[in-house]
């Protein structure tokens, strides 16, 4: 049972660039999240979906651009990399939004350096 | 949105003894409360849950109460290890989750 996976691990990439970290379940979950960790911060929620092709934003937005065409893949992109988006990310699946079902489950993170 | 604060964000304990964290949350729609534990490296694990319309549950060490009106809700850790040692996140969710700051919690031998 794979669970969720994200890719990739590590990544370094300079400013301005484009970046896509991946996010993909194996759980048929419809509730997926993209999460970013900084000291200090916790644990903050950039967007979240309640479905395919179903987005809303989170927290802290902006920079930042999710696509869910299919129930399994949940992409993070940035469209141009900065370094204040230097952080660990973090992707999550749940079953539903309801009173049950709705444990949230993480992937192991993906960290991301922007120089 | 949501809102969730957690205290304190680093505590010190002595191996055997209780630990206690705290959180509290602004939106009464928030019907789900997990706690999660961070290992260096890792994604959260979660360690315990509990639902609006429960007041508190056990899971061998480990308790969590949830007080609605107060909108509170609090971890308690009891005959404390190292192993415990770890940073601990408390959320609560009523369609996405949002996390409490973190709490680092280490249990001296």
């Known amino acids: 049972d794979a669970g969720i996976t994200q890719s990739p691990r590590y990544k370094i990439t300079e400013t301005g660039r484009q970046v896509t970290l991946m996010c993909h379940q194996t759980w048929s979950h419809s509730y997926m999240f993209w999460y970013r960790q900084d000291l200090g911060h916790g644990l903050r929620l950039i967007y979240y979906s309640a479905a395919a092709d179903i987005t809303d934003k989170g927290e802290v937005p902006d920079g930042y651009v999710v696509s869910r065409s299919k129930t399994e893949n949940f992409p993070l992109t940035l469209e141009s990399a900065t370094r204040s988006q230097t952080s660990v990310y973090f992707c999550?699946?749940?079953?539903?939004?309801?009173?049950?079902?709705?444990?949230?489950?993480f992937g192991e993170g993906s960290w991301l350096t922007v120089v | 949105g949501e809102n969730v604060e957690q205290h304190p964000s680093t505590l010190s304990v002595q191996e055997g003894d209780s630990a206690v964290i705290k959180c509290t949350y602004s939106d009464s729609a928030s019907n789900y409360f997990p706690w999660y534990k961070q290992e260096l490296g890792k994604g959260p694990q979660l360690i315990i849950d509990i639902r609006s319309n429960v007041g508190e549950k056990k899971d061998q060490r480990i308790a969590v109460t949830l007080n609605k009106t107060a909108k509170h809700f609090s971890l308690h850790i009891t005959e404390t290890q190292p192993e415990d040692s770890a940073v601990y996140f408390c959320?609560?969710?009523?369609?996405?989750?949002?996390f409490g700051a973190g709490t680092r919690l280490t249990v001296k031998p």
């Open positions: 999550a699946s749940s079953e539903s939004g309801g009173l049950s079902g709705n444990t949230i489950y």
């Open positions: 959320a609560a969710r009523w369609q996405d989750m949002r």
